[in-house]
């Protein structure tokens, strides 16, 4: 694969599974957080890992799929009630299933911006609903 065609949009990843969209979603976001604390301040990495990982989680994730979904179009979503309803292989103890499920369908719905190539999008929802 050439760098062009990694950063081209795909051309139906709803066509995706959920739980694939998830897997790349979830380092989407990642990313909006790694490089949002960065530019909030230099800090020694191991804050900014222990920063990262507070918002990072399945909890915060469900809290903030809960800001941003109001602001959905219709389209989005859709592609959030995918994620929202996928069946993972399991649940982590450190959240309930309705958590997990969110954090599921906010990762799908990162991954599924990002393939689209609306990474402006992605980054916009992010921003979005106070503090990250």
Known sequence: MTRSQATEPMERPELLSPLALAFL???????FVREALLREANRPT???????AAQVNARAQAE?????????TEAEAAIFRRGKNAKPGHVPRSCSPEEYSRATALECLFGWLWLRGQAARAQELFTTGGTN
């Open 46 to 52: 191991h804050a900014l890992q222990k920063a990262a």
């Open 64 to 72: 903030k799929a809960q800001q941003i979904y109001p602001l959905l």
């Open 25 to 31: 979603g979830d380092t989407v976001y990642d990313l």
